[in-house]
């Protein structure tokens, strides 16, 4: 919708606000927080939700505004948000996927050469307008499932000039949808480049890296990967430290492969989110519950790992906010359609139809801290809507891989 503009929607099959999602901050929600209204109306001015409500109470004064008319053919959601996105890098990692096929686990795979390192190296060598092309395609891919807001990670970069010319991609992509809001996130310690040693990557990391992506303001945010052969949590301290110190917000990879107590660290730290959490313990749980801390989940990682899934219902029912994500990437979860993983995640992580809309708007928007804007369909809230082809919301995960 163009800045400006009055939008009127009307004779949404059904339309839902997610108000209630808002109200308990994204925290045990129920069926009756999804805010349904049957037969819905919306309206749209200068980039904001102005008026909510069933089509027959569209007030008098809007009689006049050119209206879509939905004919009661189509749901209307609040515009999905995809927390959790590895969207640039060149190449493709289908011999390590046939590795793991063949038995072959993630671990053994970097071990060898493959693995982030093979990523790393076909992405340094791209240029920037490749880049640029091949996310432009991925972006349009993941919108057509009616996804309105993108996390980016950098990471397949690590070294400076590798790691900036991934973020330099973000504001072009930028102009190229504006429709779409993409946050940026530094993901310089994704894993540690062959070349140079812990110690001195590091430094440079904290010392460098940092402080340019700040000052340029390429990234929103920092992200480590913390994990068994990668970041350890004093390491992932260290360099969040100096993030939060340079006014950037912090996210954690945490308790993936192995339990590192990394999301109690995340919950701790005041990170916007622990994601993956496939290992969490008990008092991770409990941590998280605490705090203000999203918990996102990332299923279609967990099953393109054959791993078993994070405890979903055990986070829900602690109080935690948990969301989901795509964590799309060329290694662990080569799929750019959020609804997919929506139904992966009602099947194996047992997730009612309110907890994934949770997951999918308000709580993925805190996880990125745009929940004051995003993820809700009510009076000021950003215009970020989805127009489903589908009669119910429910449809958009019943069917599958479409
Ligand atoms: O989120 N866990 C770390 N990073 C990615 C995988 C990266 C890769 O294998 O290329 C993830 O799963
Ligand atoms: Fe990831």
Redesign the pocket.
């Known amino acids: 919708m163009g800045i400006g503009a009055i939008q009127v929607l009307i004779h949404a099959s059904e339309l839902l606000t997610g108000e209630g999602i808002r109200r308990k901050d994204g925290r045990r929600v129920k069926p009756q927080d999804v805010g349904r209204i049957p037969d819905g109306a919306l309206v749209c001015r200068d980039g904001k939700v102005e008026w909510v409500g069933p089509t027959s109470k569209l007030p008098a004064k809007y009689a006049r505004a050119k209206k879509t008319d939905l004919k009661g053919l189509q749901a209307v959601i609040p515009g999905l948000v995809d927390c959790h996105n590895?969207l640039i890098f060149a190449g493709d990692r289908s011999e390590d996927f046939a590795a793991r096929c063949g038995g072959a686990t993630?671990q053994e795979i970097a071990a060898r050469g493959g693995?982030?390192a093979r990523?790393v190296s076909e992405t340094r060598k791209a240029t920037s307008k490749e880049l640029e092309r091949l996310a432009t395609a991925r972006l349009r891919e993941l919108a057509s499932h009616g996804v309105r807001t993108v996390e980016i990670k950098s990471g397949y970069g690590l070294s400076l000039e590798a790691e900036i010319k991934i973020l330099e991609v973000i504001p072009r992509l930028r102009k190229k949808f504006p429709h779409l809001t993409l946050t940026a996130t530094f993901l310089g310690a994704?894993d540690f480049p062959k070349e140079r040693t812990r110690a001195e990557y590091l430094d440079d990391l904290v010392s460098r890296m940092l402080p340019l992506v700040a000052k340029r303001k390429l990234a929103d945010a920092c992200d480590v990967?913390v994990?068994e052969g990668y970041y350890t949590c004093e390491e992932a301290r260290r360099i969040l430290t100096r993030a939060r110190e340079l006014g950037l917000k912090i996210k954690f990879?945490a308790d993936?492969l192995a339990n590192t107590e990394s999301a109690t660290l995340a919950a701790h730290m005041g990170a916007l989110s622990a994601d993956?959490l496939l290992k969490i313990s008990d008092h991770g749980v409990q941590a998280l519950a605490k705090s203000q801390t999203v918990a996102v989940l990332?299923p279609g990682?967990a099953f393109y790992l054959k791993a078993s899934h994070a405890p979903a219902r055990k986070l829900i029912e602690a109080g935690v906010a948990v969301a989901i994500a795509t964590?799309f990437?060329?290694?662990?979860?080569v799929m750019l359609s959020l609804p997919s993983v929506m139904t992966i995640a009602a099947l194996y992580l047992g997730m009612t139809g309110a907890e994934l809309l949770a997951a999918t708007t308000y709580n993925a928007a805190k996880a990125l801290g745009l929940e004051k804007c995003k993820g809700t369909l009510t009076k000021g809230m950003d215009a970020d809507f989805a127009v489903l082809p589908y009669a119910r919301f429910e449809e958009l995960y019943y069917h599958f891989a479409r």
Request: aromatic share 10%.
């Open positions: 590895h993630y693995g982030i990523t994704h990967f994990d990879h993936e993956h990332l990682t964590d990437n060329p290694g662990t979860c």
